[in-house]
């Protein structure tokens, strides 16, 4: 298996299907919805990539059709966090209201497949290396063990270069032998020989954690992106002696896997005529802002603008912040007063990283003010908070800490005035350490606080009552191994668990350790569990494989009629149903809240629901929460034919 990286960050997807003027009110699979699927979903959602499933065909995307719906609705795929009318970028995945319209019509119509003759061929997708033979291969020398479950994983691994002299970078690209656990990479240089020394030389490859300080970077890679060159013949440094540091982020997948990525760099045959510089508000990711949040605090703010010295060209803009950060924009107010606006992030999410490029070079004039406003929410309200209750958060490098900036990419617009640009930029760097000693701030102290040498300064969610809905037994199911259940009759159990799942919800699979967990729990204490298989097309060989695969050990039901599904009242995968011996539904919902939306994971759960309820009923007690939401991948209806 492989996967691919471009630099820097996060490019993506083909262009956008254009979308018609008029959006059809009855549109087939065929004719409508094959060709924006095909175009916007099927490069990361095919065998081999990144996404949990595929979508090669109108069989895949009927079943996901209402996920991918909801998806969409919530601008949560495809994947591209900066808004509409702020700066315009290359190769943007955002959806048009017609294209989301479009694909809402299809679903409500019961998305039907139309003629199958006039579906379009799937792209073709270029295999081995996408640009080509690299120039330097490198790879890691051995596994990357990652476990079934438990939080996210921020693993470096480094990658000696032994490289005799400097080289240009014009593009970076990647392949995994375990793809659908990496969520991003961050590729950065070091030529100090400190990450060689953090990692070791046995065991586990890598070092933990996001402290690591590189001396240089070569942008990085997030879900969606694609490799591609920089344009117009630029390139990014990378000096002799340096090791490649891969900073990645691992989300576990339910079960165990193990990871080796193989790097391929490209290099340019000479330095390039012209300097990207970084402009980056505020400095060092507002270490000197005084980034110090108050617990509860939902509307904290940090500004910080940079008047340019020459003209300068825009690039690309990407911006970085820890858990709780929640809107970045930047402006430019030019020399005539007119005010334009650069880029803009309404609802950050930390684990949708980029760095996104101009279509055009934007022309900003010597004396425009460039001002970069950033928020965040410390407040109980915000599902992403990772502290219950919300404690004080400051600046640091851990992903509990705190930071943040808006980053650009510019050229000088004249490169004989490269050196000016980069001049102003140390001077606007001292002057915020200046600001920040006279409100009082210990710059020494704080930099030592968060393990930075000051040296380096020299050197530039209610609760509703209990369900009662009657359910019908009996209802005699076989399982995967033939053997007959009924699972809506609890009989001598205390109460019966219905877990409905399906094998390629990223989401469900992700909660396989935890089910089977809970199932060890309780099982001796009177409650009996299902797995519901929700998938109509699943052969029991498929859902023994899938079983083996994510250690379910309880007996597993494929609910080829949904019958399961009606009885219940059951919506997404993972959701559970407790039902008591009078036929009661006890509990529905959520397993825990681990999510509190699609995309929005926390990193633990706050509540124990299924738990939680399964207490409260082996206790005698009422059920706490009787009905919670459940987060997942929609239950598909059963084909029409």
Known sequence: MRKWFLVPVV?????????????????????????????????????GQVAPFSLLNYKDTQKHAKTMLRTMEDRYMPPWQPEKGHGEFRDSRRLSEDQIKLFANWVHEGAPEGDPSKTPALPKFPEGWQLGKPDLVVKMDRPFVLPAEGADIYQNFVLPLDLSEDKWVTAVEFRATAPVVLHHILYFTDDSGRAR??????????????????????????????????????????????????????????????????????????????????????????????????AGKADFKVTDSFTLPVDVDLVGVGSHAHYIGKTMKATAKLPNGETKSLYSIRDWDFNWQGTYFYKDYVRLPKGTVVTAELTWDNSANNPRNPSTPPVRVRWGEASYDEMGAITFRTLAANEDDTGKLRDALRSHTVQTVLKARLRGMDIEAEMKRVGIDPAVLGRGLGTPKKEAAPVKPPLSLRDIDGKSHTPLTVGDAKANVLLFTTTDCPIANGYSPEIAAIAKDFATRGVQFYAVQVDAGLTPEDARKHAKEFGLTVPVLIDTKHELVAATGATRTPEAVVLLPDGTVAYRGRINDLYAGLGKKRPAPKTHDLRDALTAILDGKPVPNARTEAVGCSIPDLPKR
């Open 11 to 47: 490019l993506v997807l083909a262009p956008l299907v254009a979308p018609a003027a008029d959006v059809p009110a009855k549109p087939t699979f065929s004719e409508h919805i094959a060709p924006l699927v095909f175009q916007n979903c099927t490069g990361c959602h095919r065998p």
């Open 197 to 294: 020394q953090l990692a070791p030389k046995t065991g586990q490859p890598g070092f933990p954690g996001m402290t690591f300080r590189p001396t240089g970077s070569l942008g990085g890679w997030a879900v969606g992106g694609i490799p591609t060159h920089l344009p117009d013949g630029l390139a990014l440094p990378l000096r002799k002696g340096s090791d490649l540091v891969l900073q990645t982020h691992f989300h576990l997948s339910g079960k165990k896997e193990e990871e080796v990525i193989e790097v391929g760099l490209y290099f340019a045959s000479k330095a390039p005529q012209r300097t990207l510089v970084g402009l980056q508000l505020p400095p060092v990711f507002g270490l000197f802002s005084g980034i110090d949040i108050p």
